[in-house]
């Protein structure tokens, strides 16, 4: 099984990055797919789910409006939109695969707990 991520970098505040996650070894279409964060000295945060088809995704209230998930199951790859960056969304980007079948209501509530795979993490650093 594998989660790779791509797409971080260093962004100045309100500027834009859209990060990918390409999985593999496992049936990516049927997982609830998410994507979590870590700042520095902080504890892993979720940021948004998506259900396995696509069709309903769930958000932190940080981010609502800024970021948006997707998926493209015929590739194997999930993505975070991520516009209006701030300081405060400074950090290593996790991408996720939650259990089969999971709503993404569920995955976002139960979190961390139901995460089967994870990425190995990309670095999101916004400063002017």
């Known amino acids: 099984v594998q989660l790779v991520e791509s797409g971080g970098g260093l962004v100045q505040p309100g500027g834009s990055l859209r990060l990918s996650c390409a999985g593999s070894?496992?049936?990516?279409?049927?997982?609830?797919m998410g994507w979590f964060r870590q700042a520095p000295g902080k504890e892993r945060e979720i940021v948004a789910t998506?259900?396995?088809?696509?069709?309903?995704?769930s958000y932190a209230d940080s981010v609502k409006g800024r970021f948006t998930i997707s998926r493209d199951n015929a590739k194997n790859t999930v993505a975070l939109q991520m516009n209006s960056l701030k300081l405060d969304d400074t950090a290593v980007y996790y991408c996720?695969?939650?259990?089969?079948?999971?709503?993404?209501?569920?995955?976002?509530?139960?979190?961390?707990?139901?995460?089967?795979?994870w990425g190995q993490g990309t670095q999101v650093i916004v400063s002017s």
């Open positions: 998506i259900n396995s088809s696509g069709s309903y995704t």
């Open positions: 996720a695969a939650g259990p089969s079948m999971y709503s993404s209501a569920t995955f976002y509530r139960r979190g961390i707990s139901s995460v089967d795979y």
């Open positions: 070894g496992f049936t990516f279409s049927s997982r609830a």
